[in-house]
């Protein structure tokens, strides 16, 4: 079956513009996440949704960066007034709900944000 | 606070031998999951192989098996007849069970062991 998707592949924007990154999950799945892997600091949690429980934000490095997902399914990362330090991939990933024991995470391609 | 450590930023083997990449991992929580993932180039990150804490029986896949110390709080990976397609990133990552009371929904990764693959 159709594994996670994430639009664009690639983005390149200017400092202080906002940028909104797209994840569309594996059917079915009701736990989604996202990630930011840099140079400097690795793979970083931002901010995790489940069904329709408020989300965990507690990964995400500043007030500039947002994310939703709407109808339990596609899910927007929004990074307002973008920095140079934004410069990174940002990853979702998919699970079944955890509480029914199926906790396995897949990822998508990512997304390459490059600031200039 | 959970932390994974992977001592071995980069590791070679030649095609056809075994490697071995370590990870440690520190936590109070008796009851999590620990996983290997792997990111080639194309930075697709691929689930490799998966244990729970509880089991005591270590977790294999085909050629991958890790060697789990849950006391010393160790799970390192063995790659049996390397291949050339094995070259990638290797992360180890650590997830609390939150069906018994864990509060992190989210995984926490190690920085990675570069493994190259040589023929």
């Known amino acids: 079956g159709a594994g996670v998707s994430q639009s664009p592949s690639n983005k390149v924007t200017e400092k202080g513009k906002d940028v909104e990154l797209r994840c569309d999950p594996i059917s079915g799945h009701t736990a989604l996440y996202w990630y930011r892997q840099s140079l400097g600091q690795g793979l970083e949690f931002l901010i995790y949704?489940?069904?329709?429980?408020?989300?965990?934000k507690s990964g995400l490095p500043s007030d500039r960066f947002s994310a939703e997902r709407t109808g339990g399914s596609v899910s927007t990362l929004t990074i307002q007034r973008t920095q140079q330090e934004d410069s990174a991939v940002y990853l979702c990933?998919?699970?079944?709900?955890?509480?029914?024991?199926?906790?396995?995470?897949?990822f998508g391609p990512g997304t390459r944000l490059t600031v200039t | 606070a959970q932390t994974v450590t992977q001592s071995q930023p980069e590791m070679s083997v030649q095609e056809a031998e075994t490697v071995t990449l370590s990870c440690t991992y520190d936590?109070?929580?008796?009851?999590?999951?620990l996983f290997w993932y792997k990111q080639p180039p194309s930075r697709q990150m691929i689930l490799v192989i998966r244990q729970e804490a509880y089991k005591q029986q270590n977790a294999t896949e085909n050629r991958f098996s890790v060697n789990f110390q849950k006391a010393a709080k160790s799970f390192s990976l063995k790659i049996s007849d390397s291949q050339l397609g094995d070259t990638a990133m290797y992360f180890c990552a650590f997830m609390t069970d939150m069906n018994y009371g864990g509060s992190q929904g989210n995984l926490i990764f190690g920085k990675g062991t570069k493994l190259s693959v040589k023929p």
């Open positions: 990933a998919s699970s079944w709900s955890r509480l029914a024991g199926k906790y396995e995470q897949y």
């Open positions: 949704f489940q069904g329709n429980s408020a989300p965990d």
């Open positions: 936590t109070s929580e008796n009851n999590y999951y």
